[in-house]
Each structure stands twice: as structure tokens, then as C-alpha cells.
């Protein structure tokens, strides 16, 4: 077909459109670059770097559910099944047969990839609620039997990682600075994957669906297929990112690993921030860490526990009531989850 | 007649044991424009469904350019050509005008400049570059029309359905589309088949009508040769009169 002759004004392609004005790269460089060099400042302590650390975990895994929930749509409640078995996994792998959490994670992420394979060509067919009751379902199977094979998961008590001091092979550190550098990595490419997927076809086959699945199919997009794809696009990011989780607190536990609770925490940073949009789990992750150490804090000094819980939840109720697209959209308001940020 | 672009034989549809369609058949030929009309409850949608591919038909066979699409799942309909919109506008409320429109061409076109020119002819055609990073919410029902049927042509379209898209413009806005559709109808040799109430409408835009009663195709002939059919006008115009209002 002949181009017209106003093709000048058209806007630009996806690829184009994800080039980034050099303005916003500085915005998002300088805190890699505060993030970076915070080892390095006398004030800050290994509590501080820990807290990052867990920060920055928490963004990662936020961002891979954001994937399947914020861009695809498909509500997956139940998404630390993938958090679990990348754990578990690679904590077994390891521990009973010496296999470094380079290759054990790698192996996690594939079994994460055939249960995602399964659970997703079982339900993602139907609509409703099928899907987020069928990852509850298995979130809660997946407890039980790491309680029942005791032997091989530890039981109700956990499986702790060996620890065989540093070792880069074995990805163990005494001290947090390290898993700072691997965590900020994640982040920073988990930021990167989501800003590409959002203005790729992929992606906006995937905002389609989530918008409107009939007038998805009407547009030509394969909506069983894409939205199985996210799902396992966002299986897989979540396992890869349980093996730093594992690494850095070197223990897991069934409800740590599989439980609702744990589920949740993965929900909030892109709930919080604003879901679809790529910076949005990297706001709500910094601001669940920094509320969870506030509140741990001031339960101790008051002496109730689960405080941390109740704000987790005030916040979610706030967040749904006053500010459905997040953060992210408070203060940019024209972003609507499907834009670049 | 050229080839057959559509085929539709003997196509019958129940819902539990009510008879939505029953043994309906009717060609369009390649590059025609077709008006398909009858009163509600006649089977108009259902029909529609069931030629996009969102229901399967209880009964009967369908061909798309000689090839038989009956069991085809509704998105490789639309990679092959077969297009179509809503009778209540249906657009991802989430995305802007273009990315709309670049879904939709995505699907059959390889990132890059292809797909680029691509989003910006249509935008051009449809006369909605203005509106193109803007998001649906912000737009006319007209423009939202305009939109989806950017939408329904984008990347490959041979044949184009638009279910009521004149429903709720003014005269004006629906004059403004009928002068595009049929532009996408000589320009790009699209061939449309359109639904709609008014005949009025339809005997502007179409050569040939078909009409729905009771689940089935009771005429099939010029505006003027329905206007005229008997069985028509009882059983769904009135009056002819009230037939060429």
C-alpha cells in the first residue's frame, strides 16, 4: 500500500515510541547509581543494605506478577507456587546433591515453566474466575505437600540452605553487599523486559486480551496463546528470582515458599505502585520494604506483632479506593496501565 | 458474480430450543456490498457471530474464498482477512487510537516500517490522526466507530463486517461513513458486508439486501426489488412507504 503523504504526523512505532528521553534515563540511572554506591557510605550499615536487598527482591518478583496481572490480566493469586518451587528446588538441588544454584535455578525455572505449562492450558481456556481459584488451589496443595515430604523439604520447619561461607559458585555471602549487586541486576532487567513487553506486539497483544478478549480475537490476536505465554513469561521470572530470594535469606518454609500471605506480598509492589506499568512494582516494592521495616520496628517497641500485616492492608484498601492505577498513576496522570512507564 | 467471498450454506444455530437461525444461505462475491437487514430478534447477530467464528453453527458449512472456515477459531478468520466490528463499540480502553489500530496489524504484519505505514495509512484513510494518541474514552462515538474500524482493516482485510456501525450518528456522521466505507470498499477492494435497522441507510451504500425474518433469509435482490418484496413488507418493513424513509 502507498504510504499518504501526512505520514510525517503519524506517531511512532512501538520500537521507536520505547526510546526514552534523556531526562527520564537520568531519573532512572541515579537511583542504580545511589543504590549502587551504597556500600560504600559511611552511614549505612549492613541492616540498611539487608532491607535494600530485600527491597529490590521484592520489586523483581512484584515486576514478574505484574507481567501476568497488570499486563496480561489474568489474575494469578496463588503466584508464589513459582516462588516456592524455584526455592525449594534449588535449595534440594543443592543441599542433597551439591548442584550450584546457578544450574539448580535454572533447572527450578523449568520445572516452574511445566507446572505453569499445565495449570495454565487447564484454565487459561475459561474465563471467570477459574484461573486465580486454580493457583490458589495448588498454592495451598503445594503447602501441604511440602509439610508431608519431610525428608526431602524439611517438613513444616523448612529446608535451610547448607552454607559453606563466601563462594561465588554456591552464591553465598556473610555479608548482604553482595546480593545488593545481583538483586539491583534483576531489577534493573526485569524493569527493561516489562518496558519492552509493553510496547511490543507481544505486549500489546497482551494488554488486548486483558482489555477485551472477544475484540481481541476480532483483531486477529491468539488469546488462549498470549495469555498462556505471559503466564509462563511471568513463571519463569518468578523462579529465577526465588533463587536470589533463597540465597539471600539461605532458609524457606511451606508458608514462606507457597503460602496466601507470601502471595500477597508479591501482589502488593505492583498493587501499590501501579499495575501494567513498569516502574510502577519498582515504587510499590521500595515503599512495602520500607513500610514493612516501620512497622516491624514499631511493633516491637509497642509489642504487637502482625502490624506490619495491618498496614499492608490499610494500604491496599487505600490504594483501591482513592488510587486504582497506583502510584504511578497519582502522579503521572495519563498513566494508564499500558503506557511505557 | 466474481468469486464468492463468503459462502454461507445451510447454517443453523439453536440456543437450548430456541431457533436462532435455520438453514440460511446466501453468497457474497468478492468486492460487493451487501446490506444485511430484518428486525430485531431475526438472527442478524448470531449470523455475524457465527461468520466471525464466535459461535459455531448448530448446523451448516461455511467458505471463505473457496476454502471451508466452519471450524476456524475466530482469530486465524481475521489473519486470513475476515474482519469485523461491534454492535456495541468494542475498543482496549487502555491503549491509544494507534496502538489500537497497530494491535490489530501486528497480528499480520512483521514489526518495523511495514507495520508503521501500515497504522499511519489507516489512521490517514479513517481521517484520525489527530485522535491518534488519544485513548478511546476521550473520543466521539463516531470517531470510536471510526476506530474500530480502523481496527477491523488493519494488516489484512478482505472482508469486512460492521455490525450497526451507523447506529447513534447524526445524518451527518453517517453520511461522512458511508463516503468511507465505500472509499475502503473501491480503493483497497474490500468487500462489506453491513448490518443494520434503517433501510434508508443501507439503500445508499449497498446494491444488494439481504433479509432476515424468523431465523431465515426471506429475500435477496436490490434495495429496490426488497423494498418492493411482499413478504418483506409484511413481514418487516410495514408499509413501502415507510420501507424507503
Known amino acids: 500500500m502507498e504510504a499518504p503523504a501526512t505520514m510525517s504526523a503519524i506517531p511512532a512505532a512501538p520500537a521507536a515510541a520505547s526510546r526514552m528521553p534523556t531526562r527520564s534515563l537520568l531519573y532512572l540511572f541515579l537511583p542504580v547509581v545511589v543504590v549502587a554506591i551504597l556500600p560504600l557510605l559511611p552511614f549505612v550499615n549492613n541492616y540498611i543494605i539487608a532491607a535494600t536487598v530485600r527491597a529490590l527482591i521484592f520489586i523483581s518478583l512484584g515486576q514478574a506478577w505484574n507481567i501476568v496481572a497488570g499486563i496480561g490480566g489474568q489474575l494469578s493469586l496463588g503466584h508464589s507456587v513459582f516462588l516456592g518451587l524455584g526455592c525449594y528446588t534449588t535449595g534440594i538441588l543443592f543441599n542433597r546433591y551439591g548442584v550450584p544454584p546457578w544450574i539448580g535455578g535454572f533447572i527450578a525455572m523449568l520445572l516452574s515453566l511445566a507446572v505453569a505449562l499445565v495449570m495454565g492450558s487447564m484454565t487459561l481456556r475459561m474465563r471467570g474466575v477459574f484461573f486465580a481459584l486454580a493457583t490458589v488451589a495448588v498454592s495451598l496443595a503445594l503447602v501441604q505437600l511440602s509439610r508431608h515430604f519431610v525428608d526431602l523439604t524439611g517438613g513444616a520447619d523448612g529446608l535451610a540452605l547448607k552454607f559453606v561461607g563466601n563462594s561465588l559458585w554456591a552464591m553465598q555471602s556473610r555479608t548482604p553487599a553482595p546480593f545488593l549487586y545481583a538483586a539491583l541486576a534483576f531489577v534493573i532487567v526485569y524493569y527493561w523486559i516489562t518496558r519492552a513487553l509493553l510496547t511490543s506486539s507481544f505486549g500489546l497483544a497482551m494488554q488486548a486480551v486483558r482489555d477485551d478478549e472477544v475484540a481481541a480475537a476480532a483483531a486477529g490476536v491468539a488469546v488462549f496463546r498470549t495469555k498462556l505465554l505471559g503466564f509462563l513469561l511471568s513463571a519463569a521470572m518468578t523462579s529465577l528470582a526465588a533463587v536470589l530470594y533463597l540465597q539471600f535469606y539461605m532458609a524457606i518454609d511451606p508458608e514462606a515458599a507457597f503460602g496466601l500471605s507470601q502471595a500477597i506480598q508479591l501482589q502488593l509492589p505492583a498493587l501499590l505502585g501501579g499495575l501494567g506499568t513498569a516502574l510502577g512494582p519498582v515504587i510499590g516494592g521500595a515503599l512495602m520494604i520500607f513500610l514493612s521495616e516501620v512497622t516491624n520496628w514499631g511493633s516491637t517497641k509497642i509489642g504487637v506483632e502482625g502490624l506490619d500485616i495491618l498496614v499492608y492492608g490499610l494500604m491496599l484498601l487505600i490504594v483501591i479506593l482513592r488510587a486504582p492505577s497506583g502510584i504511578v498513576g497519582l502522579v503521572f496522570k495519563n498513566a494508564v496501565s499500558g503506557g511505557p512507564r | ?245
Open chain 2, 1 to 245: 458474480m466474481t468469486t464468492a467471498a463468503l459462502e454461507v450454506k445451510g447454517i443453523a444455530r439453536n440456543f437450548g430450543g430456541v431457533v436462532a437461525l435455520r438453514d440460511v444461505s446466501f453468497t457474497v462475491g468478492e468486492g460487493e456490498v451487501v446490506g444485511l437487514i430484518g428486525p430485531n430478534g431475526a438472527g442478524k447477530s448470531t449470523l455475524f457471530e457465527i461468520v466471525s467464528g464466535n459461535l459455531s453453527p448448530s448446523a451448516g458449512r461455511i467458505s471463505y474464498f473457496g476454502a471451508d472456515c466452519t471450524a476456524m477459531p475466530t482469530h486465524l478468520r481475521r489473519r486470513a482477512g475476515m474482519c469485523r466490528t461491534f454492535q456495541k463499540v468494542r475498543l482496549f480502553d487502555s491503549m491509544t487510537v494507534a496502538d489500537n489500530i497497530r494491535v490489530a496489524a501486528s497480528q499480520c504484519l512483521p514489526p518495523g516500517r511495514a507495520l508503521h505505514d501500515e497504522v499511519a495509512a489507516i489512521l490517514a484513510q479513517l481521517r484520525l490522526q489527530a485522535q491518534a494518541e488519544r485513548r478511546p474514552a476521550e473520543l466521539t462515538l463516531a470517531d470510536r466507530k471510526r476506530v474500530e474500524i480502523g481496527r477491523a482493516m488493519a494488516g489484512h482485510c478482505r472482508l469486512l463486517m460492521l455490525d450497526e456501525s451507523m447506529s447513534g450518528l447524526t445524518h451527518e456522521e453517517a453520511e461522512h461513513l458511508i463516503v468511507e466505507i465505500l472509499a475502503l470498499n473501491r480503493e483497497r477492494g474490500i468487500t462489506v458486508i453491513v448490518v443494520e435497522h434503517v433501510l434508508s441507510v443501507l439503500a445508499a451504500m449497498v446494491k444488494r439486501l439481504i433479509v432476515l425474518h424468523n431465523a431465515t433469509v426471506v429475500a435477496d435482490g436490490t434495495p429496490s426489488q426488497v423494498a418492493h418484496d411482499p413478504v418483506v413488507i409484511e413481514a418487516y418493513l410495514g408499509t413501502k412507504q415507510s420501507a424507503l424513509k
